[in-house]
């Protein structure tokens, strides 16, 4: 990876504060868009959301990564109706509310499509990515999906990774608007669909970049981490 390693945390439908940080950070052919995942639900616009991270696509190098919400949408997506009121409990209905429709099956096959695109975590030289936990001792690739997509560090914060990188997460919304830095992992969700903000991280350099739900850009400063 040349260029800039940036890390977006759960957008939620909110569209305005994800613009604004693309027209902030504008990315580039060389750089990277790790998505931390839960692009869909409680937030206002997963529709426009999806498209716009469709289009990311041709601008950029994108690695979405799977949020547990992505996955209980695909799940009823793919017939498992007695999720669904499940769903719309934990935001779907603003999901469907989105599209215009109470069917799933008036989603659009490419925002299906994207979502079953989406990988389980990212890895770099330095860092690793995924929605929500890992295992101390346990390589990525053979950790359960469970952990990487549901468990909260509002429950546990792991210790540091066996790989020795270190962690960029989402899921646990950080309520006060504020990145939460434990020497061995960040969680850059800063809760945006509520009162706090979108996150984007540049892992090389800690900068960061910051917008709310209105798509007010709130923050453009840099992050003190001790890389290596
Ligand atoms: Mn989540």
Known sequence: MAGRIIAIGDIHGCLEALDTLLNAIQPDKSDSLILLGDFVDRGNNTAGVLDRLIDLRERCFLFPILGNHDELMLDVINGQTW?????????????????GT??????????VE????????????????????????????????????WESLKIRIP????????????????????????????CIDTYCYGTGC???????????????????????????????
């Open 83 to 99: 999720n669904l009121g499940k769903w719309l409990m934990y935001g779907g209905q603003q999901t469907m509310t989105s599209y």
């Open 102 to 111: 109470d069917a799933v099956a008036d989603i659009p096959k490419k925002h």
């Open 114 to 149: 994207f979502l079953q695109s989406c990988i389980s975590y990212c890895e770099t030289e330095h860092h690793f990515f995924t929605h929500a936990g890992y295992q101390e001792n346990k390589p990525l690739a053979n950790t359960d999906s469970t952990v990487l997509r």
């Open 159 to 186: 210790g540091p990774h066996i790989s020795r990188k270190m962690a960029i997460l989402g899921h646990t919304a950080q309520k006060n608007g504020k990145i939460l830095y434990q020497g061995h992992l960040l």
């Open 198 to 228: 979108l996150t984007a991280f540049e892992a090389q350099t800690g900068e960061y970049w910051q917008a709310d739900k209105t798509g007010l850009l709130l923050n453009h400063s840099h992050f003190r981490v001790k890389l290596e």
